[in-house]
């Protein structure tokens, strides 16, 4: 059972504090929002769960075991990150760079074996991407980007799934399918899956837990309330539910 936790970390850039002493600790077989305004400290954390970041204070476990102490390739086959934005510098296609996330488990040679070809192919069956497989991804839409990252990730087959606004770029429609191959991923798979959202809407219907994050410090863990949602993001917010859904509505502008 993976078990990523932060405990007590803080991020400080420059004179700012980023992340103040927050701890977490996120379990297999949970689907996680992360929301908050713009500047709360979201992607920072996101960057410290994934090793990417080293905090300033406070450290990172993974199963127990620090995440700095983890070999990159290790921790590679553990944990899997999609970032909010694929940078182009290469005339990659589109199964070209789904293949990369069988990198950490590549031999010595770094040869492909007809099982990492079969998982290639199912990641890219699983985000809709088949029909562009030869495609360059310098030359499809952002949502089709986007959702290659995320089937890199999936070939990745990692325990823990990090996204960063898995959800940009993409219509309503692979939004859904998106959080909702997530979720499944959690909940049916047992992968611990983690998501930065703007949408609290996208985030009451995927999360199965919800922390928010306001000025670095974490103010909820567990359901959104309306009296959480008003102090963090002003008035205006109301949570209605029907005993099936969680809608989060505006008033009336």
């Known amino acids: 059972m993976t078990t990523l936790c932060a405990r007590g970390i803080s991020v400080r850039y420059g004179t700012r504090d980023v992340l103040d002493d927050v701890t977490l600790s996120l379990d297999a077989g949970e689907a996680v929002a992360i929301v908050g305004p713009n500047g709360a400290g979201k992607s920072t954390l996101l960057r410290c769960l994934s090793g990417v970041l080293t905090p300033t204070r406070g450290g990172v476990t993974l199963d127990g075991r620090a995440l700095s102490g983890y070999r990159p390739g290790a921790a590679a086959r553990v944990i899997a990150v999609v970032p909010q934005v694929a ?24 040869r492909a074996s007809p099982a990492d070809d079969r998982i290639v192919d199912d990641a890219l069956a699983r985000c809709d991407l088949l029909p562009l497989e ?9 949502g089709e980007r986007q959702r290659a990252l995320l089937a890199m990730a999936v070939a990745q087959r990692p325990r823990a799934l990090l996204l960063d606004e898995p959800t940009t770029h993409l219509d309503p429609a692979h939004q859904r399918a998106t959080l909702s191959f997530a979720r499944d991923s959690a909940l049916r798979q047992g992968l611990l899956v983690v998501a930065i959202l703007h949408d609290l809407n ?12 306001s000025r670095g410090r974490v103010v909820s863990d567990g359901r959104m309330t309306e009296e959480t949602l008003r102090s963090v993001f002003g008035g205006g917010l109301r949570v209605i539910e029907d005993g099936v859904r969680r809608v989060i509505a505006h008033d009336p502008l």
């Open 134 to 142: 030869d495609q360059r991804l310098d030359r499809v839409s952002g």
């Open 202 to 213: 996208l985030a009451a219907a995927f999360a199965t837990r919800t922390v928010i994050l």
């Open 87 to 110: 940078d182009v510098f290469f005339p990659f296609t589109v199964r070209e760079v789904v293949a990369l996330g069988r990198t950490p488990w590549l031999g010595t040679l770094g």
